[in-house]
């Protein structure tokens, strides 16, 4: 395994430094599909992706009404298709994980991201 990473080192950096030459040149993020967004993300989505508005709906955070934005941003300023865990300290600052200690890095290596549900990898 650490052997595997150091080889990809020279790679992973390679990488880091054309996205980020790509950023400068003045490219797009990530952007969500260029929609009416007059309509809420729940409104339009429970269309889309009926799936996941259902499991995101009955998770703890659709029964708080901790909404779509919260995790994946505006849609036009900021979006993330695959959310990190920066956001999720704020409210849950118990259940804080040294991911140095641990083979994951992300709250959703464990967590799907809308039943909220333990799933292993
Ligand atoms: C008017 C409709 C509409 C609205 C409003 C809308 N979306 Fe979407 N969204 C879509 C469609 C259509 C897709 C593409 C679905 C697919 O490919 O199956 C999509 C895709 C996505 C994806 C997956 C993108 C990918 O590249 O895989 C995410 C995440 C997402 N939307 C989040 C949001 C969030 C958060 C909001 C509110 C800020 C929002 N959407 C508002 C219609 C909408
Ligand atoms: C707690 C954070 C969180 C919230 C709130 C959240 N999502 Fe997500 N979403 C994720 C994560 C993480 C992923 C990446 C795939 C995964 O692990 O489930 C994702 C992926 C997606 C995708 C891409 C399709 C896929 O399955 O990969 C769509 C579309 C999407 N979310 C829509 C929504 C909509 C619509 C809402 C609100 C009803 C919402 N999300 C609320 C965390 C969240
Ligand atoms: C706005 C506050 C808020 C934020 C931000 C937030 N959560 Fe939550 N979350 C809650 C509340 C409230 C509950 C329900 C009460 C509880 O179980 O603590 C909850 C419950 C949960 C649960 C337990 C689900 C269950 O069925 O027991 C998980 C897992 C979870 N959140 C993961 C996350 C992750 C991962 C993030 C970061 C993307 C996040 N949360 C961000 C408020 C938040
Ligand atoms: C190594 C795997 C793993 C990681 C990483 C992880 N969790 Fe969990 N989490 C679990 C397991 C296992 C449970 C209990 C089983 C269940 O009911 O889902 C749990 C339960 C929870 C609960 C329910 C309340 C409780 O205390 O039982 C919340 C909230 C939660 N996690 C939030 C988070 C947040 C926020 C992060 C990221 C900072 C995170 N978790 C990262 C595995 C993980």
Not at 38 to 43: A, H, I, L, N, V
Not at 69 to 90: A, L, N
């Amino acid at each position: 395994m650490t052997k595997k990473l150091l080889f990809m080192l020279p790679i992973l950096l390679l990488l880091g430094f054309s996205l980020t030459a790509i950023a400068g040149m003045g490219q797009e993020k990530e952007k969500h599909p260029d929609v009416d967004f007059t309509q809420s993300c729940r409104e339009c989505h429970a269309q889309v992706t009926p799936e996941i508005h259902k499991a995101w709906k009955e998770s703890a955070h659709g029964r708080m009404n901790f909404s779509c934005y919260m995790c994946h941003g505006d849609g036009t300023q900021e979006f993330h298709v695959k959310p990190g865990s920066e956001t999720c300290i704020s409210c849950h600052s118990d259940q804080e994980v040294d991911f140095s200690q641990s083979k994951v890095d992300n709250c959703f290596d464990c967590h799907q991201g809308h039943s909220l549900k333990f799933h292993e990898n």
